[in-house]
């Protein structure tokens, strides 16, 4: 029996598949675009922080229970197929920080009351340009690291200054959407070293 329903099945995912074009004939649709999903665990408060195209939700980690949806004022996505994707980090007080991957915009979750805050970054360079960012990564010091969504390019944010500096580009790399992907792109390849601030 339990054969049976799994034909029926593979019978329906492959008719769902093939729809009727307006000629009449059959068409074959296309998969589903990459799906954002980032989760972030964070084990010292017990939560689980999920972040996807329309909203961040947080989990007790225990029970699975959802805490808080939060939706992102004014909180924009370019599709994978354009860009890396955006992405959520925790940093030691628990906060979270969410990037766009079109705009030079952090939105930071307070751990406790769940309020947003949008912050607007200022670049020191690459003004002129869509820079966004993903990749997110607090370093041990608490610096937030992140790679550029759309160039490769490794970023340090100054979220108390609203600030991003450019700290290197790797014009070889394709597609870096992690800053550990292009550290290591850059022991091997052409790296461009921003200028240091006076």
Known sequence: MQFKLSIHVAVAVIATAMLPACDGSLRRETPAAA????????????????????????????????????????WIVLPQRYSCLPDLA????????????????????????????????????????????????????????????MAAALWQIDTSAASARKIASYPSVVRGCDPATLVRAGQDQTVIAASQPK
Do not use: C
């Open 35 to 74: 799906k954002l999903e980032v989760v972030r665990a964070d084990p010292a408060r017990n939560r689980l922080w999920v972040l996807d195209h329309e909203v961040i939700s947080v989990y007790d980690n225990t029970n699975g229970r959802r805490l808080r949806r939060i939706v992102l004022p004014e």
């Open 90 to 149: 925790l940093d030691s007080s628990g906060a979270a920080f969410v990037s766009s991957n079109v705009l030079p915009v952090l939105w930071r979750i307070d751990p406790q009351r769940y309020e947003v805050t949008r912050i607007e970054l200022v670049l020191d360079t690459d003004s002129d340009k869509d820079v966004g960012f993903t990749g997110l990564s607090f370093a041990g010091d608490g610096t937030l690291l992140a790679a550029g969504a």
